[in-house]
């Protein structure tokens, strides 16, 4: 076994996160920058980020191409890529969810290019946090206390949710035994529920009564009127999808995660974390 064993962990999130990688995907010396970085490496993860620069969705796909590009390039021994479902593929092009599909674009690029890398890929759910973040989904206290959750779809729409700390038990897990995984795509979900369950369970944790409300595009697009069109369009289509399908297919067995190692519910979550929803 080697005595000394090199993670690189490479992602850009963020809105300066965003200018950095725009700026620096025209510069001719990134790759060789890339190189440098991934010197030496056993294994890389590698994450893009959609959210860094929305309105110009291909250069996340440029820099998940660059990632493999480089890491091929050294022979990096393990190469573990978080990414999505093609959305825009399954839906035969009726729905436009970039934030998904292009993370699906570059692995189908990894795999077709370079299939004799080892490559694992890991692919995350929707994440508590988004509800608590600087950018919190639409969730406000009523005038007479009730937490109101609110989504663009059904009250029987499907959520497929992680806690995004359980990421990290995930790839070191996988990052013991990699050549058990190669290859394959390994969901990190903790629960399927619908999103009136799930408003439940946030009252019966945390006695705080609560109800789930189903927005229309009118008022969802009023809550997201400080993004652009075109990515408000991305996430009512994101949500189209969740409704019926939440984060992956029906065929999709998405509990292949939970059995590498145990990941948090949206009960044990509330619990961890002690949130309580808006004051």
Known sequence: MDQYRLV???????????AVVRSLLKMDNFKDDLLRAFQNSW??????????????PEIEIEQGKLMADVAAKLNIKYFIFSCAINVN????????????SDKAIVREYISQTYPEMKTI????SFYFQNW?????????????GTIEFSLPMSLHGKLHNIDI????????????????????????????????????????????????????????????QDLPENVQNYLLDMFKWM?????????????????????NTFETWLIKSGWMGPD
């Open 43 to 56: 294994a890389i993860f590698a994450m893009t980020d959609f959210w860094a620069t929305p309105t110009q």
């Open 121 to 124: 890929y890991v692919m995350p």
């Open 243 to 263: 409704e019926v399908n939440g984060c992956y297919t029906p065929e999709i067995d998405w509990r292949n995660g939970q059995m590498l190692t145990k990941l």
């Open 132 to 144: 608590t973040g600087s950018y919190p989904l639409p969730i406000k206290k009523l005038k007479d």
């Open 8 to 18: 690189t962990v490479v992602g850009s999130t963020g809105a300066q996160g965003g």
């Open 89 to 100: 593929k399954l839906s035969d092009g009726k729905l436009n969810v970039p934030q998904f």
């Open 165 to 224: 700390d359980d990421l990290g038990p995930i790839v070191s897990h996988l990052l013991q035994n990699p050549e058990n995984f190669i290859g394959q795509d390994i969901y990190v979900c903790g629960e399927e529920v619908d999103f009136e369950e799930f408003v439940r369970i946030f009252t019966r944790v945390t006695g705080r009564q609560a109800q789930a409300k189903t927005m229309t595009e009118h008022e969802f697009r009023q809550w997201a």
